[in-house]
T-cell receptor
């Protein structure tokens, strides 16, 4: 079953602007991960944040995690046309090994 | 880094026929592989987990007889969609257990049943 909800479901911004996507989840987690999917392709792992971490950076990416609110956000700074893709949060909790994905945010960067 | 090779990338088959999708771990051994399904403009849903040397574990609501999963070796897992129907048309993606960070995904298979 779907674990998380992302918002917004779709986001269109101008190149150079920052893009923020949010994700909420329902159960306890070991970590939360963000993935990017270009149209019709596989998923690329972007960043993983553990349940005992609150913020993590990787290049132009910044992820936050609030376990009390069961939510996470992904910030992409200085967006580029190549960032156009769908972004999914995913969680792996308890004894399960497979990932439970959120519904995703479709990001469009206008040149 | 870890690479998972998935084939075919696209397949069109006639209703009633079976289709096999392969996922290979190229530079590592995987005792487990995860299979997901994705409908257009929707998220990924975990279908089942293949386990080398034992039966696959299916998620609730996934038909075991329709989606046959076999973990033939430490580098190969296959998903066979049997007696395919148009409603089985979807994007199927495999994934290997996590390395240092996230999971490694195959490039996906677009199945169209006509």
């Amino acid at each position: 079953s779907q674990q998380g909800e992302e918002d917004p479901q779709a986001l269109s911004i101008q190149e150079g602007e920052n893009a923020t996507m949010n994700c909420s989840y329902k159960t306890s987690i070991n970590n939360l991960q963000w993935y990017r999917q270009n149209s019709g392709r596989g998923l690329v792992h972007l960043i993983l944040i553990r349940s005992n971490e609150r913020e993590k950076h990787s290049g132009r990416l910044r992820v936050t995690l609030d376990t009390s609110k069961k939510s996470s956000s992904l910030l992409i700074t200085a967006s580029r046309a190549a960032d156009t893709a769908s972004y999914f949060c995913a969680t792996r909790g308890g004894g399960a090994d497979g990932l439970t994905f959120g519904k995703g945010t479709h990001l469009i960067i206008q040149p | 880094g870890a690479v998972v090779s998935q084939h075919p990338s696209r397949v069109i088959c006639k209703s009633g026929t079976s289709v096999k999708i392969e996922c290979r771990s190229l530079d590592f051994q995987a005792t487990t592989m995860f299979w997901y399904r994705q409908f257009p403009k929707q998220s990924l849903m975990l279908m089942a987990t293949s386990n080398e040397g034992s039966k696959a574990t299916y998620e609730q609501g996934v038909e075991k007889d329709k989606f046959l999963i076999n973990h033939a070796s430490l580098t190969l897992s296959t998903l066979t969609v049997t007696s395919a129907h148009p409603e089985d048309s979807s994007f199927y993606i495999c994934s290997a257990p996590p390395g240092t960070d996230g999971y490694t995904f195959g490039s996906g298979t677009r199945l169209t049943v006509v």
